[in-house]
T-cell receptor
Framework: NAGVMQNPRHLVRRRGQEARLRCSPMKGHSHVYWYRQLPEEGLKFMVYLQKENIIDESGMPKERFSAEFPKEGPSILRIQQVVRGDSAAYFC?????????????FGQGTRLTVV | DAKTTQPPSMDCAEGRAANLPCNHSTISGNEYVYWYRQIHSQGPQYIIHGLKNNETNEMASLIITEDRKSSTLILPHATLRDTAVYYCIAGYSTLTFGKGTMLLVSP
């Protein structure tokens, strides 16, 4: 059973470009979380999604950031018009919440560098 | 999610038990206690979770006080590879990470 897959592992974007980060959850997991970790800082919750629904987006910046988890395919975190301050590691986690298994498993992250 | 309080750092000798405390005095009845760790800059790794009862798995043991206001993660025989930041989380579905405890295991 493959783990949570995130791609790309490293992404370099120029200021003003768009960044699209992908997360494929573990098989059978219908819940996805996105977190951001700035250099030398802790993990900050961004958004919690189920298939085709955003459950909690209280940690998402109000502008330029969006997330989706379609019925088919990976979850996507999209950052429009990136700025230097968006440089960070973005982690995705998936879980089968809704069953008796409440564990969440994380991917290895996407390191975004804005130049 | 309930707020958690952990010591910023702890040391442990290799081969000894590491006991990591966590206070979560505002935890509500349906919130679980989760422990994760992050080694260097890798993705966080699930360790263990519990609701009321003590739990044990191949990685660690979790001791939750009867009033559920605090818990302790026990790594029975710490190794150098256990050096990491350990996060205690009290929540239901959304996992909110605090600053965690930096555990340094030394030879």
């Amino acid at each position: 059973n493959a783990g949570v897959m995130q791609n790309p592992r490293h992404l370099v974007r120029r200021r003003g470009q768009e960044a699209r980060l992908r997360c494929s959850p573990m098989k059978g997991h219908s819940h996805v979380y996105w977190y951001r970790q700035l250099p030398e800082e802790g993990l900050k919750f961004m958004v919690y999604l189920q298939k085709e629904n955003i459950i909690d987006e209280s940690g998402m910046p109000k502008e330029r950031f969006s997330a989706e988890f379609p019925k088919e395919g990976p979850s996507i975190l999209r950052i429009q018009q990136v700025v230097r301050g968006d440089s960070a590691a973005y982690f995705c986690a998936s879980s089968p919440f809704g069953t008796s298994d409440r564990r969440a498993f994380f991917g290895q992250g996407t390191r975004l560098t804005v130049v | 999610d309930a707020k958690t309080t952990q010591p910023p750092s702890m040391d442990c000798a290799e081969g000894r038990a590491a006991n990591l405390p966590c206070n979560h005095s505002t935890i509500s009845g349906n919130e679980y206690v989760y422990w994760y760790r992050q080694i260097h800059s890798q993705g966080p790794q699930y360790i263990i979770h519990g609701l009321k009862n003590n739990e044990t798995n191949e990685m660690a043991s979790l001791i939750i006080t009867e009033d559920r206001k605090s818990s302790t993660l026990i790594l029975p025989h710490a190794t150098l590879r256990d050096t990491a930041v350990y996060y205690c989380i009290a929540g239901y579905s959304t996992l909110t990470f605090g600053k965690g405890t930096m555990l340094l295991v030394s030879p």
